[in-house]
């Protein structure tokens, strides 16, 4: 099974992962971070979180248990 990666929260060092063909979502907030989450597509299966994103996401991970989650340390 394909499937896509992206990579979600505030932390810089995100970035790096677009040369590698990550999809990147910055997200400054809660909220925004929340909605990002929401609007994965269905084909998403790995999603690196920054700190802040696990942190704001936290049970919600929960919600899809077909994509795999890595936060930063």
């Known amino acids: 099974m394909r499937g896509s990666v992206v990579a979600l929260g505030g ?4 970035a790096g992962y677009v040369l590698a063909g990550v999809t990147v979502v ?4 809660e909220a925004g971070t929340t ?4 609007r994965l ?3 998403v299966r790995l999603v690196i979180l920054s ?5 704001a996401l936290g049970s919600r991970l929960d ?8 936060e930063l340390p």
Request: no cysteine; charged share 40%.
């Open 41 to 43: 597509d269905d084909d």
């Open 11 to 14: 932390d810089h060092r995100l």
């Open 26 to 29: 910055h997200t400054a907030t």
């Open 35 to 38: 909605d990002a989450w929401e």
């Open 51 to 55: 700190a802040d994103a696990a942190a």
């Open 63 to 70: 919600e899809r248990p077909d994509v795999l989650t890595v």
